[in-house]
T-cell receptor, first 113, second 115 residues
Framework: KQEVTQIPAALSVPEGENLVLNCSFTDSAIYNLQWFRQDPGKGLTSLLL?????REQTSGRLNASLDKSSGRSTLYIAASQPGDSATYLC????????????FGPGTRLSVLP | KAGVTQTPRYLIKTRGQQVTLSCSPISGHRSVSWYQQTPGQGLQFLFEYFSETQRNKGNFPGRFSGRQFSNSRSEMNVSTLELGDSALYLCASSPRSSRVGYEQYFGPGTRLTVT
Protein backbone atom coordinates (compact mmCIF):
# COMPACT_ATOMS: atom_id res chain seq x y z
CA LYS A 1 0.00 0.00 0.00
CA GLN A 2 1.32 3.43 -0.91
CA GLU A 3 1.55 5.50 2.24
CA VAL A 4 2.95 8.92 3.05
CA THR A 5 3.92 9.92 6.56
CA GLN A 6 5.05 13.24 7.95
CA ILE A 7 7.11 13.96 11.02
CA PRO A 8 6.59 15.79 13.28
CA ALA A 9 2.80 16.02 13.47
CA ALA A 10 3.09 19.43 15.09
CA LEU A 11 5.91 21.89 15.62
CA SER A 12 6.15 25.15 17.52
CA VAL A 13 9.18 27.41 17.05
CA PRO A 14 10.13 31.00 17.86
CA GLU A 15 10.26 33.50 15.03
CA GLY A 16 13.54 33.56 13.11
CA GLU A 17 14.41 29.90 13.51
CA ASN A 18 15.30 27.66 10.60
CA LEU A 19 13.31 24.44 10.54
CA VAL A 20 12.93 21.16 8.66
CA LEU A 21 9.77 19.23 7.95
CA ASN A 22 10.02 15.58 6.96
CA CYS A 23 8.03 13.45 4.55
CA SER A 24 8.45 9.71 3.97
CA PHE A 25 6.82 7.49 1.36
CA THR A 26 6.71 3.70 1.23
CA ASP A 27 6.87 3.20 -2.54
CA SER A 28 9.84 4.94 -4.16
CA ALA A 29 8.45 4.64 -7.72
CA ILE A 30 7.11 8.18 -7.66
CA TYR A 31 6.68 10.62 -10.53
CA ASN A 32 6.25 13.86 -8.59
CA LEU A 33 6.30 15.15 -5.06
CA GLN A 34 4.60 18.40 -4.16
CA TRP A 35 4.60 20.43 -0.95
CA PHE A 36 1.55 22.47 0.01
CA ARG A 37 0.47 24.69 2.85
CA GLN A 38 -3.06 24.87 4.14
CA ASP A 39 -4.44 27.60 6.34
CA PRO A 40 -7.35 26.66 8.64
CA GLY A 41 -10.57 26.08 6.70
CA LYS A 42 -8.94 27.00 3.42
CA GLY A 43 -7.75 25.24 0.29
CA LEU A 44 -4.17 24.24 -0.45
CA THR A 45 -1.46 26.56 -1.69
CA SER A 46 1.27 24.97 -3.78
CA LEU A 47 4.77 25.64 -2.49
CA LEU A 48 7.13 23.47 -4.50
CA LEU A 49 6.91 20.63 -7.01
CA UNK A 50 9.81 18.22 -7.45
CA UNK A 51 9.85 15.93 -10.48
CA UNK A 52 11.23 12.44 -9.89
CA UNK A 53 14.38 13.28 -11.87
CA UNK A 54 15.15 16.29 -9.67
CA ARG A 55 16.92 16.40 -6.30
CA GLU A 56 15.68 19.74 -5.00
CA GLN A 57 13.69 22.88 -5.67
CA THR A 58 13.96 26.32 -4.12
CA SER A 59 11.55 29.21 -3.80
CA GLY A 60 12.47 32.17 -1.62
CA ARG A 61 13.00 30.96 1.94
CA LEU A 62 11.84 27.44 1.05
CA ASN A 63 13.96 24.55 -0.13
CA ALA A 64 12.62 21.07 -0.78
CA SER A 65 14.81 18.05 -1.38
CA LEU A 66 13.96 14.60 -2.68
CA ASP A 67 15.76 11.30 -2.13
CA LYS A 68 13.79 8.69 -4.05
CA SER A 69 16.00 5.77 -3.07
CA SER A 70 15.37 6.31 0.63
CA GLY A 71 11.76 7.40 0.15
CA ARG A 72 12.23 10.79 1.78
CA SER A 73 11.70 14.47 1.18
CA THR A 74 12.43 17.44 3.41
CA LEU A 75 11.08 20.97 3.36
CA TYR A 76 13.49 23.51 4.80
CA ILE A 77 12.11 26.86 5.91
CA ALA A 78 14.68 29.56 6.60
CA ALA A 79 14.18 32.45 9.02
CA SER A 80 10.63 31.45 9.95
CA GLN A 81 7.95 34.13 10.37
CA PRO A 82 4.55 34.11 12.13
CA GLY A 83 2.93 34.19 8.68
CA ASP A 84 4.43 30.75 8.03
CA SER A 85 2.07 29.26 10.61
CA ALA A 86 -0.08 26.71 8.77
CA THR A 87 -0.34 22.99 8.10
CA TYR A 88 2.23 21.73 5.62
CA LEU A 89 1.28 18.77 3.47
CA CYS A 90 3.44 16.52 1.39
CA UNK A 91 1.86 14.75 -1.60
CA UNK A 92 3.30 12.04 -3.82
CA UNK A 93 2.09 11.01 -7.26
CA UNK A 94 2.56 7.53 -8.67
CA UNK A 95 0.93 7.84 -12.04
CA UNK A 96 2.76 8.79 -15.18
CA UNK A 97 1.09 12.16 -15.60
CA UNK A 98 1.72 13.29 -12.04
CA UNK A 99 -1.88 13.35 -10.92
CA UNK A 100 -3.66 11.25 -8.31
CA UNK A 101 -1.63 12.42 -5.36
CA UNK A 102 -1.35 10.46 -2.11
CA PHE A 103 -1.21 12.96 0.73
CA GLY A 104 0.53 12.78 4.06
CA PRO A 105 -1.34 13.77 7.23
CA GLY A 106 0.50 17.09 7.46
CA THR A 107 2.68 18.94 9.95
CA ARG A 108 0.99 21.73 11.87
CA LEU A 109 3.50 24.56 12.27
CA SER A 110 3.21 27.43 14.72
CA VAL A 111 5.76 30.24 14.56
CA LEU A 112 5.63 32.33 17.70
CA PRO A 113 6.39 36.07 17.55
CA LYS B 1 -4.81 34.79 -14.23
CA ALA B 2 -7.80 33.75 -12.13
CA GLY B 3 -7.34 30.81 -9.79
CA VAL B 4 -9.44 27.69 -9.38
CA THR B 5 -12.98 28.53 -8.32
CA GLN B 6 -15.46 26.26 -6.59
CA THR B 7 -19.17 26.74 -6.02
CA PRO B 8 -20.90 26.73 -3.71
CA ARG B 9 -18.50 27.40 -0.86
CA TYR B 10 -20.81 26.02 1.81
CA LEU B 11 -23.65 23.52 1.59
CA ILE B 12 -25.94 21.85 4.08
CA LYS B 13 -27.87 18.78 2.99
CA THR B 14 -29.95 16.05 4.59
CA ARG B 15 -29.17 12.34 4.56
CA GLY B 16 -30.47 10.66 1.44
CA GLN B 17 -30.35 13.78 -0.72
CA GLN B 18 -27.94 14.29 -3.59
CA VAL B 19 -25.55 17.16 -4.22
CA THR B 20 -23.63 18.62 -7.14
CA LEU B 21 -20.44 20.61 -6.68
CA SER B 22 -18.81 22.69 -9.39
CA CYS B 23 -15.22 23.52 -10.20
CA SER B 24 -13.78 25.93 -12.76
CA PRO B 25 -10.08 25.32 -13.43
CA ILE B 26 -7.41 27.84 -14.23
CA SER B 27 -7.69 28.95 -17.85
CA GLY B 28 -5.76 26.60 -20.10
CA HIS B 29 -5.67 23.75 -17.60
CA ARG B 30 -7.20 20.56 -18.95
CA SER B 31 -6.93 18.33 -15.90
CA VAL B 32 -9.27 18.58 -12.92
CA SER B 33 -8.92 16.39 -9.84
CA TRP B 34 -11.26 16.09 -6.87
CA TYR B 35 -10.29 15.33 -3.28
CA GLN B 36 -12.19 14.77 -0.05
CA GLN B 37 -10.70 16.09 3.19
CA THR B 38 -11.93 14.93 6.60
CA PRO B 39 -10.29 15.18 10.05
CA GLY B 40 -10.14 11.40 10.35
CA GLN B 41 -8.98 10.35 6.89
CA GLY B 42 -7.12 13.45 5.76
CA LEU B 43 -6.99 14.23 2.05
CA GLN B 44 -8.13 11.42 -0.22
CA PHE B 45 -8.19 11.36 -4.00
CA LEU B 46 -11.61 10.92 -5.61
CA PHE B 47 -11.01 11.12 -9.35
CA GLU B 48 -9.33 13.02 -12.13
CA TYR B 49 -10.73 14.20 -15.44
CA PHE B 50 -8.68 15.16 -18.46
CA SER B 51 -10.20 16.26 -21.76
CA GLU B 52 -13.66 15.15 -20.62
CA THR B 53 -12.48 11.62 -19.75
CA GLN B 54 -12.01 10.12 -16.32
CA ARG B 55 -8.32 9.14 -16.19
CA ASN B 56 -7.89 8.10 -12.56
CA LYS B 57 -10.25 7.02 -9.82
CA GLY B 58 -9.75 6.67 -6.09
CA ASN B 59 -11.29 4.14 -3.76
CA PHE B 60 -14.72 5.64 -3.24
CA PRO B 61 -18.18 4.07 -3.71
CA GLY B 62 -20.16 4.55 -6.90
CA ARG B 63 -22.29 7.21 -5.17
CA PHE B 64 -19.47 9.59 -6.00
CA SER B 65 -19.33 10.52 -9.65
CA GLY B 66 -18.12 13.35 -11.79
CA ARG B 67 -17.88 14.75 -15.25
CA GLN B 68 -15.96 17.31 -17.20
CA PHE B 69 -17.26 19.61 -19.89
CA SER B 70 -15.59 20.73 -23.09
CA ASN B 71 -14.51 24.00 -21.43
CA SER B 72 -12.73 21.91 -18.73
CA ARG B 73 -15.18 22.89 -16.01
CA SER B 74 -16.02 19.92 -13.83
CA GLU B 75 -18.85 18.82 -11.63
CA MET B 76 -18.88 16.26 -8.86
CA ASN B 77 -22.07 14.54 -7.75
CA VAL B 78 -22.77 12.60 -4.58
CA SER B 79 -26.02 10.66 -4.43
CA THR B 80 -27.81 9.26 -1.38
CA LEU B 81 -25.80 11.36 1.04
CA GLU B 82 -24.57 9.83 4.28
CA LEU B 83 -23.43 11.58 7.46
CA GLY B 84 -19.87 10.44 6.71
CA ASP B 85 -19.86 12.43 3.48
CA SER B 86 -19.53 15.62 5.51
CA ALA B 87 -16.18 16.99 4.44
CA LEU B 88 -14.27 19.69 2.64
CA TYR B 89 -14.27 18.85 -1.07
CA LEU B 90 -11.30 20.27 -2.91
CA CYS B 91 -10.80 20.63 -6.61
CA ALA B 92 -7.38 20.98 -8.23
CA SER B 93 -6.44 21.87 -11.77
CA SER B 94 -3.24 21.17 -13.61
CA PRO B 95 -1.82 21.79 -17.08
CA ARG B 96 -0.85 18.11 -17.08
CA SER B 97 1.68 18.84 -19.75
CA SER B 98 5.26 17.75 -20.29
CA ARG B 99 5.90 21.24 -21.63
CA VAL B 100 4.22 23.30 -18.95
CA GLY B 101 4.30 20.91 -16.02
CA TYR B 102 2.15 18.86 -13.73
CA GLU B 103 1.81 21.10 -10.69
CA GLN B 104 -1.63 21.03 -9.10
CA TYR B 105 -3.41 24.22 -8.05
CA PHE B 106 -6.21 23.95 -5.55
CA GLY B 107 -9.45 25.86 -5.15
CA PRO B 108 -10.79 27.07 -1.79
CA GLY B 109 -13.06 24.03 -1.42
CA THR B 110 -16.73 23.38 -0.78
CA ARG B 111 -17.66 22.63 2.82
CA LEU B 112 -20.45 20.03 2.76
CA THR B 113 -22.37 19.27 5.93
CA VAL B 114 -24.82 16.37 5.94
CA THR B 115 -27.40 16.35 8.74
Amino acid sequence: KQEVTQIPAALSVPEGENLVLNCSFTDSAIYNLQWFRQDPGKGLTSLLLIQSSQREQTSGRLNASLDKSSGRSTLYIAASQPGDSATYLCAVSYDNYGQNFVFGPGTRLSVLP
Amino acid sequence: KAGVTQTPRYLIKTRGQQVTLSCSPISGHRSVSWYQQTPGQGLQFLFEYFSETQRNKGNFPGRFSGRQFSNSRSEMNVSTLELGDSALYLCASSPRSSRVGYEQYFGPGTRLTVT
